[in-house]
C-alpha cells in the first residue's frame, strides 16, 4: 500500500488558478470514486475540502473543485487568496477497504 | 457542532506502549453512518492513515502496522482509543482523530492532533 503521489510543491499568484495532481493505482484512486482533499494549517484541525472526487462540503469555496481520469485526481483552486496557503493532502479508498493518503503538496501564495 | 479531542502522554519511551483517547462530544459516536479513526503525521512528513473502528467494535487497520495497533471504542463514555505497542522513535508524530463518514469514505471532522514523541 504506497502513498498516493502528489507534487511536493506548487505556488501561484493572488487572483491566479492552480491544480495539484494525485496519482494513484487501480486499486486505490482509478478504481473508486472516493477521492478526498484536504486542507492543513499549522495548529489547526485539518479540513474536508473535496470529498467523492468532486463534492464540496458545505462553507468550503466555490473556487475549490475536483476531478479524476483515471488514475490521477485533481484538486483546482481558482482566484488564489493569501488564506489558501497550506499543505493539501488527497486521499483514497482502496480495494482492501483501507485509506491511503498523498505524500502532500504545499501551496505558497506569492 | 461535532467535536474531537485527543489526549493522552506527550511522551513515550521507547519499546513501550503509546496510548490515546479521543473524546467526541456534539454527537454519539454510535451513530452507525459513521467509523472512528485514527491519522497520524511524523514530523516533516505526510499524513498516514492508522485504521478505523465502527462502533460495533468492527476495526480496520493499516496492513504494516496491523501487528502493533489495537483501536477500540468505548460508547458509554463516547470515546475511542488507540493503542501502539513497542513504539520506537519513528512512530513519533502527531496523532488526529478523526470521524469517517463510511457511505463516502471521507473524514469529515478531525480533533486538533496531539503531538506523542518517543524518547528516553
Known amino acids: 500500500q504506497s502513498a498516493l503521489t502528489q507534487p511536493a510543491s506548487v505556488s501561484g499568484s493572488p487572483g491566479q488558478s492552480i491544480t495539484i495532481s494525485c496519482t494513484g493505482t487501480s486499486s486505490d484512486v482509478g478504481g473508486y470514486n472516493y477521492v478526498s482533499w484536504y486542507q492543513l494549517h499549522p495548529g489547526k484541525a485539518p479540513k474536508l475540502m473535496i470529498y467523492e472526487v468532486s463534492n464540496r462540503p458545505s462553507g468550503v469555496s466555490t473556487r475549490f473543485s475536483g476531478s479524476k481520469s483515471g488514475n490521477t485526481a485533481s484538486l483546482a483552486i481558482s482566484g488564489l487568496q493569501a488564506e489558501d496557503e497550506a499543505d493539501y493532502y488527497c486521499s483514497s479508498s482502496t480495494n482492501i477497504n483501507t485509506v491511503v493518503f498523498g505524500g502532500g503538496t504545499r501551496l505558497t501564495v506569492l | 457542532q461535532l467535536q474531537l479531542q485527543e489526549s493522552g502522554p506527550g511522551l513515550v519511551k521507547p519499546s513501550e506502549t503509546l496510548s490515546l483517547t479521543c473524546s467526541v462530544s456534539?454527537?454519539?459516536?454510535?451513530?452507525?453512518?459513521?467509523?472512528w479513526g485514527w491519522i497520524r503525521q511524523p514530523p516533516g512528513k505526510g499524513l498516514e492513515w492508522i485504521g478505523n473502528?465502527?462502533?460495533?467494535?468492527?476495526?480496520y487497520y493499516k496492513p504494516s502496522l496491523k501487528s502493533g495497533v489495537t483501536i477500540s471504542v468505548d460508547t458509554s463514555k463516547n470515546q475511542f482509543s488507540l493503542k501502539l505497542s513497542s513504539v520506537t522513535a519513528a512512530d513519533t508524530a502527531v496523532y488526529y482523530c478523526?470521524?469517517?463518514?463510511?457511505?463516502?469514505?471521507?473524514?469529515?471532522?478531525w480533533g486538533q492532533g496531539t503531538l506523542v514523541a518517543v524518547s528516553s
Open positions: 478523526a470521524r469517517l463518514r463510511f457511505s463516502m469514505r471521507t473524514f469529515d471532522y
Open positions: 456534539g454527537g454519539s459516536i454510535s451513530s452507525g453512518s459513521y467509523h
Open positions: 473502528i465502527y462502533y460495533s467494535g468492527t476495526a
